[in-house]
């Protein structure tokens, strides 16, 4: 908590104001970078330091807060990093890497230069950055003396890659030979020089006797010039391993020897990569099912009943795989896994196939019996280790059961308590408002049928103005009433009966007679589709009636002209009735043929009434509102423009 006080002061207490203007702080970043003298030990044959530092300081010299700041060196040719920081690490942080205002950091490197015999000036720069500042450029000059010295410039060469070729069941080339030259460059002669060979892993000698450490021929070499033979040593290696992924194995080869004071020279080193390529294991085979499940002589049941799934998967390839998973897919239409099934449907693996190997799934499959013919798709399929699916599938046929011998059948039967729901006008109420539906299903086939299921649907009836009537319901109050129910097993011959309670839900408020449809579904584990009981039907009486009001004659109605006219996209149809009465109104075309009927019967008040046209689809022209109030009818024109 104190330290995120002391930074916010930090940042807030460094900005000044003054008139007009905000100065904000910012940090400013400095830094030099020294380097040792390198002096040649020509008796000892190297440099002194060697490997040398370069070491970089920084100081904040501004009001705010730098972090974090980090530098990267930039190192000329033939020179290299040394040590820990070899070979990439050219980039660091800061010690420490927050730089408060007028703070200072460090930071150092690690170089190496060979042997020359010429003087070198290196010049190796450094920039140290923070994200709230600009970048900072140091620079050290390094002078690298000439060594009065043999100089070795060893060299390495490699196959570019190894390639598997399964005709010889080998990769190519495999043995190969890797080869080590070696020049002096120096000015004067290298004796005893030598030549020593560092395996990477998974590479072996050809020869077990053949030494790592060779002399080069002639062992004593003096300056090179081009004309001259350049010696070499060969060393014939063997790849090993048959790997899944690409390998990179590095050759590092040193060469080393003395001058000619008898001092030992420093070992040089070169590095040479060959490409090995990876191995995908590669796996075969085919799922085995019978080619159909047909029809036994008595035509009770399909055989082979079970049946048998077998999966034999074997390793064709150069490298063993390892398996993950492996599951059977087939559709649910009466087939079921056997409680004696060797594999379950899906099942965890952790399991090595060598090449050559094989491993073996099988399932046992229980078949039910159907009336109607199926051609069921069966897949298998092996998870690798990579997640890779290796997958098989095949479609088998299976016959139906004779119909004139065995049948899973299920009959249905509908009832309704109420053929008729009356509306009571001077109670305002419907006789009677409840009734009961009654559904039987009875198992009409020769074999028991499981998993039975029984509901009741039902259709409402349609109006022209309101599309669907809503008109009944399931009582709520009712135990357990739901329209959806289940039983474990019928019986071949037995029935089962099941009540519903319907209440009305609203009136039928029209003014002609609406019926509801019912009708009673049943399906069993057995059957592949439901059977359909017959149709009841309920009868509900409107509630508007007709004798109750007084037909109007000519001239108590008036339909008064629409406004606007002409109109683009709606007019306001009014009409005025002396008696409360029953309004139709229609829009018909020039030749009086219906467009929009508006009113259906429709029973309005005494008073002024209007209605809104809207005229969306309706082409531009003439067109007449005709209105109807019992034996009255009267007409409007109106003209729809675009």
């Given amino acids: 908590m104190l330290r995120s006080l002391f930074l916010l002061l930090m940042f807030t207490g460094a900005a000044s104001i003054t008139v007009g203007s905000v100065a904000t702080a910012?940090?400013?970043?400095?830094?030099?970078?020294?380097?040792?003298?390198?002096?040649?030990?020509?008796?000892?044959?190297?440099?002194?330091p060697m490997p040398f530092p370069v070491t970089v300081t920084v100081t904040n010299t501004g009001t705010a807060l730098a972090s974090p700041v980090t530098a990267t060196i930039i190192v000329p040719p033939d020179l290299h990093l040394a040590g820990d920081d070899a070979p990439n690490g050219y980039t660091k942080s800061l010690q420490p890497s927050w730089l408060f205002p007028q703070q200072s950091g460090q930071v150092q490197w690690m170089l190496r230069h060979p042997p020359t015999t010429m003087e070198r000036q290196c010049v190796i720069k450094v920039w140290v950055k923070t994200p709230n500042a600009d970048s900072s450029l140091c620079e050290a000059t390094v002078i690298i003396p000439p060594l009065d010295s043999p100089i070795l410039a060893p060299r390495c060469y490699v196959p570019d890659s190894l390639h598997f070729v399964d005709a010889e069941d080998s990769y190519v080339p495999n043995p190969f030979t890797v080869r080590l030259t070696c020049v002096n460059n120096?000015?004067?002669?290298?004796?005893?020089?030598?030549g020593t060979l560092i395996l990477p892993p998974n590479v072996e000698l050809v020869d077990p006797a053949d030494s790592l450490s060779k002399h080069f021929s002639p062992s004593t070499l003096g300056k090179w010039r081009i004309s001259d033979p350049v010696p070499e040593l060969t060393w014939v290696v063997r790849w090993v391993p048959r790997l899944r992924v690409q390998a990179m194995?590095?050759?590092?080869?040193?060469?080393?020897?003395?001058?000619?004071?008898?001092?030992?020279?420093?070992?040089?080193?070169?590095?040479?990569?060959?490409?090995?390529?990876?191995?995908?294991?590669?796996?075969?085979?085919?799922?085995?099912?019978?080619?159909?499940?047909?029809?036994?002589?008595?035509?009770?049941?399909?055989?082979?009943?079970?049946?048998?799934?077998r999966y034999p998967l074997r390793n064709i390839s150069h490298i063993s795989g390892r398996l993950s998973?492996?599951?059977l897919s087939f559709p649910p239409d009466g087939l079921t896994l056997n409680s004696?099934?060797?594999?379950?449907?899906?099942?965890?693996?952790?399991?090595?196939?060598?090449?050559?190997?094989?491993?073996?799934?099988?399932?046992?499959?229980?078949?039910?019996?159907?009336?109607?013919?199926?051609?069921?798709?069966?897949?298998?399929?092996?998870?690798?280790?990579?997640?890779?699916?290796?997958?098989?599938?095949?479609?088998?046929?299976?016959?139906?059961?004779s119909d004139n011998i065995v049948r899973w059948r299920l009959d249905g039967t509908c009832t309704s308590s109420e053929e008729r729901l009356e509306f009571d006008k001077p109670n305002a109420t419907y006789i009677p408002d409840t009734f009961l539906i009654t559904g039987t299903v009875r198992n009409a086939g020769s074999l028991d049928l499981h998993e039975i299921t029984t509901r009741i649907t039902w259709l409402n009836p349609l109006d022209e103005q309101r599309n669907e009537m809503?008109?009944?319901?399931?009582?709520?109050?009712?135990?357990?009433?739901?329209?959806?129910?289940?039983?474990?097993?019928?019986?071949?011959?037995?029935?089962?009966?099941?009540?519903?309670?319907?209440?009305?839900?609203?009136?039928?408020?029209?003014?002609?007679?609406?019926?509801?449809?019912?009708?009673?579904?049943?399906g069993a584990k057995e059957l592949s589709a439901a059977a359909v009981g017959n149709e009841a039907r309920v009868e509900i009486s409107p509630s508007k009636i007709l004798t109750s009001i007084t037909i109007p004659t000519p001239?108590?109605?008036t339909l008064n002209p629409v406004h606007p006219n002409p109109f683009r996209a709606s007019t306001t149809i009014s009409f005025r009735l002396e008696k409360a009465a029953a309004v139709t109104l229609v829009v018909t075309d020039a030749l009086g043929r219906e467009v929009r009927r508006l009113l259906h019967a429709e029973y309005y008040s005494e008073g002024t009434h209007a209605l809104s046209l809207d005229a969306s689809g309706m082409t531009p022209g003439i067109y007449f509102v005709r209105m109807t109030v019992g034996e009255a009818q009267q007409f409007s024109r109106m003209i729809l423009v675009r």
Wanted: charged share 20%; hydrophobic share 40%; proline share 7%.
């Fill in 470 to 522: 809503d008109l009944v319901e399931l009582d709520p109050n009712a135990s357990g009433n739901t329209s959806f129910r289940t039983h474990d097993l019928l019986h071949r011959g037995d029935s089962l009966t099941y009540a519903w309670k319907f209440r009305l839900k609203d009136w039928n408020r029209t003014w002609s007679m609406k019926y509801v449809r019912f009708n009673l579904e049943a």
């Fill in 325 to 327: 998973r492996v599951y």
């Fill in 26 to 48: 910012q940090p400013v970043l400095n830094c030099t970078a020294s380097a040792p003298v390198i002096i040649a030990d020509n008796a000892n044959v190297r440099y002194t």
């Fill in 186 to 194: 120096g000015n004067t002669p290298a004796e005893d020089v030598t």
């Fill in 555 to 557: 001239g108590i109605c």
């Fill in 249 to 309: 194995p590095e050759f590092r080869f040193t060469v080393t020897g003395k001058s000619f004071a008898g001092v030992r020279l420093d070992s040089t080193e070169v590095r040479c990569q060959t490409r090995i390529h990876g191995l995908v294991p590669l796996f075969g085979g085919c799922m085995r099912i019978p080619d159909s499940l047909g029809l036994r002589a008595d035509g009770m049941d399909v055989e082979p009943n079970p049946f048998t799934v």
């Fill in 340 to 401: 004696s099934s060797p594999w379950p449907i899906n099942s965890s693996l952790d399991t090595l196939v060598a090449p050559g190997d094989s491993i073996v799934f099988e399932w046992v499959i229980d078949v039910a019996n159907r009336i109607t013919r199926r051609n069921v798709l069966i897949q298998a399929v092996v998870i690798d280790d990579e997640g890779n699916p290796i997958m098989c599938e095949d479609r088998m046929p299976i016959a139906n059961v």
